[in-house]
């Protein structure tokens, strides 16, 4: 494995045909390889996000991450953009997929696809991996802390948040969950509830909890970040990927 | 946690933004949530912003769950000490 990659701001096709912005991370050759589709957390689509879409092309793969808020906030700083969107109410599940959708079909065009397309998300990207992973042609789905898979929102809450408990028995493809056993939302309550449900509908997953951990201990940049798991978590991130985007049946 | 906690409210005033520049503010978006820039992992965080001039016309402040409650502490004792005439 080479760790001499490309990386670069791009236009992709995503939801509805828009023309959405999207960073783009490459391993350098030609080797065939799958293709990995990152969602950005709630605080946009920033500097941290964009250090796990080039570590994905370290790894060997062929990453995006297109940029949800490039709609609402085109050339906004991460930021600015991330306050833009929450104070409209978040952005729908709708233009999640198809933004996931134009990710997967673009990585699968590229000439070193071997076709296979894994989707990753972080606190409220865990969430929309997994909404992806019902909606979405995908072969392995990685939930990070993602809220609202399962239990409820606030009714009050502004936010386009709904829970996906009725709709997991549509998951297409294995799902990783990684979690942590401090964090309240998700809780370790509602992480037995997506296990059990998971089971109930005989899907291929694996769920890891982390003592000591909260919510975003993959944040390098946050008080958050916790080393232990977060290293385990990538250990883990690597060879579900291995297995499940190898371009071999699993 | 992640708490999607957001309250909004229409806001008539002006605030000292990007660039040092003065503007109008309409909107203030407050949420419990992870801040961008401030050592905690949860802070009360408050925009305020002019949606109609774009999403840069924001000032921000990530604030501890303590130090919110003393800057609304201030704010309700700087009303209550106006003359009432005044605080309208």
């Known amino acids: 494995m080479s760790d001499t990659l490309s990386a670069s701001t791009i236009t992709i096709t995503g939801n509805d045909g828009d023309e959405v912005q999207a960073y783009l991370a490459r391993p350098e050759g030609d080797v065939p390889r799958g293709g990995v589709v990152v969602i950005h957390h709630l605080p946009g689509y920033d500097r941290a996000t964009k250090e796990m879409v080039r570590r994905f092309a370290e790894l060997g793969y062929d990453a995006v991450c297109p940029n949800l808020y490039w709609r609402q906030a085109p050339g906004a700083a991460p930021d600015d953009a991330a306050a833009t969107v929450r104070a409209a109410g978040g952005i729908s599940d709708e233009q999640l997929v198809g933004d996931v959708a134009g990710a997967a079909a673009y990585l699968r065009g590229l000439p070193s696809s071997n076709g296979k397309v894994g989707v990753i998300g972080y606190c409220s990207g865990g969430r929309q991996s997994v909404l992806a992973g019902l909606s979405v042609d995908v072969d392995a789905v990685v939930d990070c802390y993602g809220a609202y898979v399962t239990g409820t929102p606030r009714a009050d809450s502004p936010l386009n948040v709904t829970s996906l408990e009725d709709r997991l028995g549509e998951l297409r493809c294995p799902l990783l969950g990684l979690f942590g056993n401090e964090d309240k939302t998700p809780s370790p309550e509602h992480v037995d509830t997506l296990e059990r449900l998971l089971s109930e509908h005989g899907k291929s997953f694996e769920i890891h909890r982390y003592d000591g951990a909260g919510h975003a201990f993959f944040a390098v940049d946050r008080p958050a970040y916790r080393p232990a798991a977060a290293n385990d978590g990538w250990e883990r991130i690597g060879a579900f990927y291995g297995t499940y985007l190898s371009g071999k049946e699993a | ?88």
């Not at chain 2, 999403?55 to 130090?67: I, K, M, N, Q």
Request: with cysteine; aromatic share 6%.
């Open chain 2, 1 to 88: 946690m992640c708490t999607y906690a957001t309250a909004r409210r229409a806001v008539d005033g002006s605030a000292k933004g990007p660039g040092g520049a003065w503007f109008h503010v309409t909107d203030a978006t407050v949420y419990f949530d992870h801040p961008v820039h401030a050592m905690a992992e949860h802070t009360l965080n408050i925009d305020l912003a002019d949606p109609s001039a774009g999403p840069g016309a924001r000032v921000a402040v990530e604030l501890t769950a303590e130090s919110a409650r003393g800057l609304l502490a201030a704010i309700q004792e700087a009303l209550a000490s106006a003359e009432a005439e005044l605080a309208v």
